[in-house]
């Protein structure tokens, strides 16, 4: 008996990389390095198995070329990039990186 027709349909999935700047435009008051302690630990309890498995990933950059006032970072694959995002507006995105709807 075959119940691949009763097998819940399969949510897409995909590795993901977050760069966060901590260049000295982004950083220029602490805020880049701020950001980017609180994001680790919030992606440390949010996303622990896709860290621990290397699916997410988190690195920091010197600068990537989109200064503004604000801390900038770059979602890979997509390449959407985003300044003066909060922590749970990063944690979404994260997640959606992660598992896109198509
Ligand atoms: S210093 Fe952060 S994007 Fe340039």
């Known amino acids: 008996m075959n119940n691949d027709d ?3 349909p399969e949510t897409p999935s995909q590795s993901a990389r977050l760069l966060m ?3 000295p435009r982004c950083d220029a008051d602490g805020a880049g ?3 980017h302690a609180a994001v680790k630990t919030a992606l440390e309890t949010a996303f622990a198995a896709e860290l621990a498995t290397g699916r997410l990933r988190l690195e920091t950059r010197d600068c990537l070329r989109l ?3 604000e801390p900038v970072l770059r979602l ?3 390449g959407d990039a985003y300044s003066g995002a909060s922590v749970s507006e990063i944690l979404r995105l994260v997640g959606e990186e992660l ?4």
Do not use: M
């Open 67 to 69: 200064c503004t006032r």
């Open 21 to 23: 700047c901590v260049g």
């Open 6 to 8: 009763d097998a819940a």
């Open 99 to 102: 598992s896109p709807t198509q």
């Open 33 to 35: 390095r701020a950001l």
């Open 76 to 78: 890979e694959p997509c």
